[in-house]
């Protein structure tokens, strides 16, 4: 009697500590689940003309998808509370094909956006950031309108290149929308009327469409400047920038060079900043001459500059890319004064300084090999036990199994004790 009353007062107490915790635990994540939707391909026919989605694509072995399922379900959450329209979903794309094709998904984890029937690939970093101003950008208006002097001063404040339509309604207008329907996932675009653009800035006629950006402006020009669109990829960056990795890659769609400081990861030493302001000054000086060709940066790091030459650049270097080709170009010596980038400059665009690299099929084998080496040392030097039981283990068999083989092939054909050597063999029938 007494055991079962001590019994059934601990049980008592014990119950409502894990009950408290599992309630504790739903209230928490069930909000945040609620989130985000799991779905499948019958999203194809169920979802409404005016439905937006913003979906991770994933694949059930993708490590790096898992890792980002927290970074989802933040960015799900604050879109919720920032009173977003934006459904949030994540579909298995492997499970769901008719969903991932038409998204086109190849590589994982993939995060795409669907309104009015056109889908939307991010391809900026990974961050709850980032991928909330995605979200945000397009699913709002294709063309935003800066109907104030104060709002577009607001909107040049928080843009370092600003797209802008100026004028009425107009073909170019039409033009410029579809341009912004493909360039939405990378960038906003405004229009404004004449009378809000900043003092003293005068457009030969309207309509027009100008970028305003390094402190200054630039107006299309249809009959020197290609279509609307090539113009926007060509003009969507500052001249001088700092360059990271996504930027770098959008930057190949720009058909410009980059000329690039690449700065080690103590970016503040003294020969750092020398080869750092060196090209800002050299972007300044020279931006009427090489404006329309080049970009100017600087870049922390050079994983991935070092991924496109398959070297190691000793550090800080300044070199200029072709990224149209994966080509680049080297200073014979590292650069001190505006003279040596001058002449590097002239001697890249005169063909007296040979490209390296580039997208030949040679240049695509090296970089295979490449990158296997690199996804490999790593993993030798940490795991070299692991290593040695992924290649060893397979070998063994593979040892095992021949040597089984062979026995048996002659234990068939109750051959005489000649050498194993199947080569010896062969040898000796020739010489026969
Ligand atoms: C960069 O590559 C493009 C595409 O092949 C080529 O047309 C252009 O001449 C190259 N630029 C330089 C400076 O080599």
Redesign the pocket.
């Known amino acids: 009697m007494v055991q079962t009353f001590l019994s059934l007062n601990l049980l008592n107490m014990a119950l409502p500590l894990p009950f408290t915790a599992v309630l504790l635990l739903c209230a928490f994540a069930a909000p945040i689940r609620a989130y985000v939707e799991e779905l499948d391909d019958s999203l194809l026919e169920t979802r409404q003309p005016d439905d937006i989605w913003l979906i991770k694509f994933y694949a059930p072995w993708c490590r790096l998808c898992m890792e980002m399922d927290a970074t989802w379900h933040l960015a799900a959450s604050e879109l919720k509370s920032a009173g977003s329209p934006v459904n949030v979903g994540k579909c298995d794309a492997v499970a769901n094909k008719g969903l991932a094709k038409a998204f086109k998904v190849h590589s994982y984890p993939a995060i795409c956006m669907w309104k009015n029937d056109v889908k939307y690939i991010h391809s900026g970093p990974r961050t709850s950031d980032a991928i909330v101003e995605f979200a945000h950008r397009v699913s709002g208006p294709l063309i935003r309108p800066l109907t104030s002097a104060q709002l577009f001063q607001h909107a040049l404040q928080r843009h370092d290149v600003m797209f802008v339509y100026v004028g009425a309604s107009s073909p170019l207008k039409g033009v410029y929308s579809s341009v912004a329907e493909k360039m939405i996932v990378s960038m906003y675009f405004f229009s404004a009327g004449r009378d809000v653009l900043p003092e003293g800035t005068s457009l030969p006629a309207l309509p027009a469409v100008v970028v305003f950006k390094d402190g200054g402006y630039l107006s299309y020009n249809e009959t020197s400047d290609g279509s609307l669109m090539a113009w926007v990829k060509r003009e969507r960056f500052q001249n001088y920038a700092r360059i990271d990795n996504y930027m770098l890659y959008h930057m190949g769609d720009s ?1 410009k ?1 980059v000329l690039l400081a690449v700065l080690d990861d103590a970016h503040k030493s003294p020969q750092n900043l020398r080869s750092k302001s060196l090209v800002q000054k050299f972007s300044q000086d020279y931006k009427d001459v090489y404006s329309r060709k080049v970009h100017f940066g600087f870049m922390v790091g050079a994983d991935y500059i070092n991924g496109l030459i398959m070297g190691e650049l000793s550090l800080p270097a300044v070199l200029l890319l ?1 990224l ?2 994966d ?1 680049y ?1 080297l200073p014979p010596e590292r650069p001190e004064t505006e003279r040596h980038l001058l002449d590097f400059m002239e001697q ?2 005169n063909g007296s300084i040979q ?1 390296s690299g580039g997208s030949g099929v040679t240049q695509r084998l090296r970089r295979l090999v490449y990158d296997i080496k690199v996804t490999l040392s790593p993993l030798l030097t940490e795991a070299p036990v692991l290593i040695f039981f992924l290649m060893g283990f397979p070998l063994a068999i593979l040892i095992a199994a021949c040597y089984l083989c062979r026995k048996n092939r002659r234990g068939d054909e109750d051959e005489d004790q000649r050498p194993v050597s199947s080569w010896g063999q062969n040898a000796h029938q020739k010489s026969d």
């Open positions: 058909e060079l072709n149209s080709t080509s170009f890249v665009l490209a």
